[in-house]
């Protein structure tokens, strides 16, 4: 790790959430465990209040649990939360491609199709970490044409806290059933059938209408994803 060197406060408990962000997404930081808070204060040189600012911050976003006591937990994701997570999303996006609907360009359409064929040949080459990184990129490219920040801020939010669960749980059938239903979209979006395209991402895309062994079973307990 390397010091953070920021003086603005406003900016350093920016930077430190972004690095803390930057650690799950990689795997630095795992679901279940702790952090120990006085430690990455030293490894950053850092003081403990843009720190525990920082933490607050994950903590509304339901990145982690301040555990009077006992420390930072990363949390985990359960099934229930995973349902959860999959309507949330769903309805934002639906409603943000209805918004920004006219503003999706052939040149956006193409872009996304090539991250559709480049999430294909990932399935094919055993590349867990490209596969869920341009599924995000390729969501992304409409995302972003909305003027509503946000918005797009807060699906980035929710879907980091799928990144992890996401890169060790998901069956290449669960995966190959994203691709085909990413082609459908972006037929509906070719056709100009904006309100079937929303409605798609809602109703199929992000509904989990999958049997539940379309996901790992060393994940699930009960259920439900257990522990890492």
């Known amino acids: 790790m390397s010091p953070i060197t920021t003086q603005n406060n406003w900016s350093l408990r920016k930077e430190i959430f972004d690095y803390l962000v930057g650690q799950i997404e990689n795997g630095q930081l795992k679901p279940g465990a702790f952090i120990n808070v006085r430690q ?9 209040t843009p ?4 933490l607050a911050q ?12 006992r420390g930072v937990l ?11 997570l999959f309507e949330i999303i769903g309805a934002l996006e639906s409603q943000a491609v209805m918004t920004v609907f006219d503003r999706i360009s052939n040149a956006k359409i193409n872009a996304m199709e ?3 064929r480049k999430m294909f040949k990932a399935i094919e080459k055993g590349k867990n970490r490209e596969f869920h990184e341009t599924n995000i990129h390729l969501h992304k490219i409409f995302l972003d044409l909305s003027p509503n920040r946000e918005l797009t801020i807060y699906v980035g939010n929710l879907k980091l806290r799928l990144f992890g669960f996401a890169l060790k749980s998901y069956r290449d059938r669960f995966k190959r059933a994203i691709v085909e239903e990413h082609d459908v979209f972006l037929k509906l979006l070719k056709a100009g059938e904006g309100k079937a395209a929303s409605d798609y991402l809602k109703d199929v ?11 790992r079973p060393d994940t699930v307990n009960n259920g439900k994803p257990g522990n890492n």
Not at 40 to 46: A, G, K
Not at 60 to 65: A, D, E, N, P, S
Not at 74 to 84: A, Q, R
């Open 205 to 215: 895309h992000w509904k989990f209408n999958h049997p539940d062994n379309f996901i």
């Open 74 to 84: 990363i949390n985990v994701l359960t099934y229930d939360d995973l349902l959860d």
């Open 58 to 69: 994950m903590e509304v976003q339901g990145l982690v649990t301040i555990m009077p006591q």
């Open 114 to 116: 090539r991250c559709n």
């Open 40 to 48: 990455l204060t030293e490894e950053l040189n850092v003081s403990r």
């Open 51 to 54: 720190l525990r600012e920082a």
